[in-house]
């Protein structure tokens, strides 16, 4: 059977420091594009009102917002859901004369000012939910702390694993990830929900599993190879996984990208934020967790690493006769 990179020697880690500019450039733009745009929180996080409705032929948006703004439910966002004859409206603040807790007054004041501009009987509502100021703010809380306690969690396991300095350079990584996500997020608009929320961690998990399986590939390559450096076995790990990371990421993408196109409204802000999710954690993965290995064993190296150079055996004299020499232990 042929493998794809089956004996791929590709010299990843001496392109790090274009590696670090690519880093640089995204993280720029992606804060850049959070200062401009800022986060597009959904009224599951910001507390409003959301409602769907199916007309029986298409309408105006234009008047349909305008109609809603005189009834007194400012600054909705309208959305074409699926055929163009479906809607969603999402009323972050409560309407004019409402509790703002009180969403299903809010709800009520959508559907009247529908019967105004729409005509009562001429649309049917699909979907109706609502959620509180109060319950918003609680939802953005204890998403930044599932964001937290995932970054300790890791560093936490890795270290247990491995040792504390490859759990602090996936942690690097990881935080690579989520930031170029959350500038990608902010550029492309994509509304943030619970939905996006789940995207971001299934998106760490899956950049985290790619850093450990590397890392735990240059953890047994340690045990295999003396007198070399140690930039010489993270190559060797990276491009002895190659072949993995390939088909594990082409089929991952691929599946994705049919989600994105073909999914729907519903599923497609999960389906974007994974795909570009999968692409920084591959990236991540290979041009950023293990330069900062590198790096963090240059200035503090293990008793792993120590061993590389000191262990190197020392070449047999040759003999008169002009003998071979003696090979380093593989």
């Known amino acids: 059977m042929t493998r794809i990179f089956a004996n791929a020697n590709y010299d990843f880690i001496g392109l790090r420091r274009r590696a670090y500019i690519i880093t640089a450039i995204l993280l720029a733009v992606g804060l850049i594009g959070y200062i401009v745009f800022g986060v597009n929180y959904s009224v599951e996080f910001t507390g409003g009102t959301l409602v769907q409705i199916e007309t029986k032929s298409p309408v105006d948006v234009g008047n349909l917002r305008t109609g809603l703004d005189q009834a007194g439910v400012l600054h909705a966002e309208i959305q074409q859901f699926g055929s163009n004859r479906e809607y969603v409206i999402r009323a972050r603040t409560a309407a004019q004369g409402t509790d703002a807790d009180n969403t299903e007054m809010t709800s009520k004041a959508i559907s009247a000012a529908l019967d105004k501009v729409l005509g009562a009987g001429t649309y049917t509502v699909q979907r109706s939910e609502g959620v509180g100021p109060k319950v918003g703010a609680e939802l953005r809380q204890k ?168 262990a190197a055996p020392k070449a047999a004299p040759s003999a008169p006769g002009g003998g071979r020499k003696a090979q380093p232990v593989a």
């Open 143 to 310: 998403a930044f702390f599932a964001i937290i306690l995932s970054f300790v969690a890791v560093l936490a396991y890795l270290a247990y694993r491995f040792e504390w300095r490859f759990g602090l350079a996936a942690v690097i990584a990881t935080a690579h990830d989520i930031l170029t996500t959350l500038g990608f997020i902010a550029l492309m608009r994509i509304e943030v929900s619970l939905v996006v929320v789940g995207a971001v961690l299934s998106m760490v998990g899956y950049s985290l599993n790619d850093t450990i399986i590397i890392f735990d590939r240059v953890r047994e390559d340690l045990r295999k190879m003396r007198g070399v450096p140690f930039a010489t076995v993270l190559n060797r790990a990276i491009n002895e996984t190659l072949p993995r990371s390939v088909l594990t990421h082409g089929t991952t993408l691929s599946t994705l990208l049919a989600l994105a196109v073909l999914g729907g409204e519903v599923i497609r802000p999960f389906a974007l934020v994974m795909f570009f999710g999968v692409f920084t954690g591959t990236f991540s993965s290979i041009f950023i967790a293990s330069p900062v290995l590198l790096w963090i064993e240059q200035r503090w190296p293990g008793a792993a690493v120590k061993h590389l150079g000191a």
